[in-house]
């Protein structure tokens, strides 16, 4: 016998830790540089952090030669394959002079937003609070929310600050902080440190008993010489502590999704029995591929960076010659622009870069994406060419010329 049809329609129920994520801000712009598209205009993306040139060639050929073999098409290692480990491991040394264990202070990620996230499930829970920095990068907060943990966000443009306020917040919180997540580079702000930065912070870590995850994306973009300092480089930062590095952006490798964590072990090991029961490892011709990236290409990784300080020159000249602020970044992908008056008074950031966008063509980010220590800011990533970013310099002012004539009228 069938049974008979309810009246009431069916629900789609989303999960607490769905509905407590907080709004995507970019999704106007993403529409409108999406419309302005399919109408055929030529938007220049200063937005997402998305690197628009190619790996090495003998990276890709080794991509092809691995996919190949018939050997490379089983489920891989949870963890990665050991000589992927002991490269990462190998590079750590060559560059920091910093020891990792392949074997258990290592592990391979899905790119290292889901190895950073993971780890976030790992070790946070409800009542447990994370401090982030702002502005933030939003997965910093979104990958705290989604294990059910709490964010609170300290200023990070002046760093002996931040560093007391963490200190002021691990004395003064109940239930204190459980995690300090630090990014430098920083993204957006394009703050950076030195390493005497992280001795103080596991000074802190050990004083307060706070776990410590450095999101090191940036490693391998810098500029004028700067060397973007290891948080594992500092001294019982092992002990702490883990950092999150990434082939998407000085390799070029965004869409491969390779990343890394390393430090302490028994973090790590947390991050494994999550990953164990949500991934099967990385395509193992990618890791192999990856090998040969991380061996035989630093060259390549450093003129990477000599490309994006091109770029960052380029775009920095040009608005200050409009008059704008010299937001020159050390390292990193972007340029962190004050927005200047009158409009900083005058406008929100976002309806600020939806105008750059709407009547200059020119797709930026603005601050407040990255939470309210944002507003006033914009994000300008460098992944077009220098003659596009001289462009977009060039759309701007004549969108700002547009704009105050019709102010004044
Ligand atoms: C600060 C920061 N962390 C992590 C990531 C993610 O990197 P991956 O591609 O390794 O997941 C990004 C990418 O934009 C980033 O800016």
């Not at 999550?274 to 060259?299: C, E, H, P, S």
Request: proline share 6%.
């Amino acid at each position: 016998m069938s049974q008979p049809e309810s009246d009431t329609p069916f629900k789609i129920e989303y999960a607490q830790r769905v509905n407590r994520l907080p709004p995507y801000l970019f999704g106007r712009i993403n529409k409108m540089i999406y419309d302005k598209r399919v109408s055929g205009d030529d938007v220049i993306e200063l937005g997402m952090g998305n690197p628009s040139d190619p790996p090495e060639d003998m990276v890709i050929e080794k991509l092809v030669e691995a996919a190949r073999d018939p050997k490379n098409h089983r489920y891989s290692k949870n963890n990665g394959i050991a000589n992927l480990r002991r490269e990462v491991g190998a590079k750590y040394f060559k560059k920091y002079g910093v020891n990792v264990d392949p074997d258990d202070e290592v592990m391979v990620c899905l790119g290292s937003k889901e190895g950073f996230s993971h780890m976030c499930l790992a070790l946070m829970g409800p009542g447990d609070t994370a401090i982030v920095p702002a502005p933030y990068f939003p997965v910093h907060v979104y990958a705290v929310a989604l294990a059910s943990g709490n964010v609170i966000s300290l200023d990070v443009t002046n760093s002996d600050k931040f560093l007391s306020d963490i200190a002021y917040t691990c004395e003064t919180l109940y239930p204190k902080p459980k995690l300090l997540i630090l990014c430098y580079p920083h993204n957006p702000s394009s703050v950076v440190v030195e390493q005497a930065f992280f001795d103080e912070v596991v000074k802190l870590a050990k004083k307060y008993n706070l776990m410590v995850i450095s999101d090191f994306a940036y490693a391998d973009v810098a500029f004028d010489g700067y060397k973007p300092p290891s948080f594992l480089a500092s001294e019982g930062a092992k002990e702490v502590g883990v950092e999150f590095t990434t082939m998407s952006k000085g390799y070029n490798m965004a869409g491969w999704r390779v990343g890394f964590c390393a430090g302490n072990r028994q973090m790590i090991t947390a991050l494994g029995t999550i990953k164990g029961y949500y991934d099967y490892g990385m395509f193992q011709a990618i890791q192999i591929a990856a090998i040969v990236a991380l061996r035989n290409t630093d060259a390549a990784v450093e003129e990477q960076s000599r490309i994006y300080q091109g770029r960052r020159d380029a775009l920095c000249d040009g608005l200050v010659r409009l008059g704008w602020e010299d937001a020159r970044p050390k390292a990193g992908m972007f340029v962190w622009q004050p927005i200047p008056e009158p409009w900083r008074s005058k406008m929100s950031t976002m309806d600020f870069a939806m105008m750059l966008l709407e009547k200059g063509n020119v797709a930026v980010s603005p601050g407040s994406g990255f939470g309210p220590a944002g507003e006033g800011f914009l994000r300008m990533s460098l992944v077009e060419n220098e003659e596009r970013l001289r462009q977009a310099v060039r759309h701007i002012k004549t969108c700002l010329k547009d704009e105050s004539v019709e102010a004044s009228v």
